[in-house]
Antibody, heavy 117, light 110 residues
Framework: QVQLVESGGGVVQPGESLRLSCTAS????????MYWVRQAPGKGLEWVAY????????YYADSVKGRFTISRDNSKDTLYLQMNSLTTEDTAVYYC??????????WGQGTLVTVSS | QTVVTQEPSFSVSPGGTVTLTCALS?????????PSWYQQTPGQAPRTLIY???TRSSGVPDRFSGSILGNKAALTITGAQADDESDYYC??????????FGGGTRLTVL
């Protein structure tokens, strides 16, 4: 069965960086586009980033463009999100998700990022 | 800036039918937006219900259905059950590599 396991969350100060990972299993990772989606405490879901299966196309929400970088290592079945210049507005649970027909078919359990001074 | 709008809240009686909608600020929703729907209970990851307008995700019961109703995407729940009480989110692919979530609908079953 499909499994997505996020890691790398934690508490950081404003301006600092963090890298999230998402390890995939149960499907052929290298053939699937992937996403990051986040949810601030008590708020709704927000799409963050998309990455094509071969890493050639990357798209970002305006709120993170220029600060976040999505990448993948298909040899390790792992998706990444490098987050720089973090602000308190980036505090959220971050989910990775597998694509199906421009939607988020399977989700991980999420990893919490807290940006606080 | 594209905004996707959902009803903030809705109530349905057990056994009843409810239709939640997903509207676009700049025009009509069509299948070209690949509308999808997600269910989320507090503290849990979202669960995919519907993708590509009307395709049920694996394991989703057939009392959940997706469609286009007029100029909106719609999620219909027939025979509502107590454990359907959740937050429901739609998302649209608005093109140019952008996805936009609606604000979510909190469904109460009572």
């Amino acid at each position: 069965q499909v499994q997505l396991v996020e890691s790398g969350g934690g508490v950081v100060q404003p301006g600092e960086s963090l890298r999230l990972s998402c390890t995939a299993s149960g499907f052929i990772f290298s053939t699937q586009p992937m996403y990051w989606v986040r949810q601030a405490p008590g708020k709704g879901l927000e799409w963050v980033a998309y990455l094509r299966k071969d890493g050639s196309n990357k798209y970002y929400a305006d709120s993170v463009k220029g600060r976040f970088t999505i990448s993948r290592d298909n040899s390790k079945d792992t998706l990444y999100l490098q987050m720089n210049s973090l602000t308190t507005e980036d505090t959220a649970v971050y989910y990775c998700a597998k694509d199906r027909w421009y939607s988020f078919e399977y989700w991980g359990q999420g990893t919490l990022v807290t940006v606080s001074s | 800036q594209t905004v996707v709008t959902q009803e903030p809240s809705f109530s349905v009686s057990p056994g009843g039918t409810v239709t939640l909608t997903c509207a676009l600020s700049s025009g009509s929703v069509s299948t070209s937006y690949y509308p999808s729907w997600y269910q989320q209970t507090p503290g849990q990851a979202p669960r995919t219900l519907i993708y590509n307008t009307n395709t049920r995700s694996s394991g989703v019961p057939d009392r959940f259905s997706g469609s286009i109703l007029g100029n909106k995407a719609a999620l219909t729940i027939t025979g509502a059950q107590a454990d359907d009480e959740s937050d429901y989110y739609c998302v649209l692919y608005v093109g140019s590599g952008l996805w936009v979530f609606g604000g979510g609908t909190r469904l109460t079953v009572l």
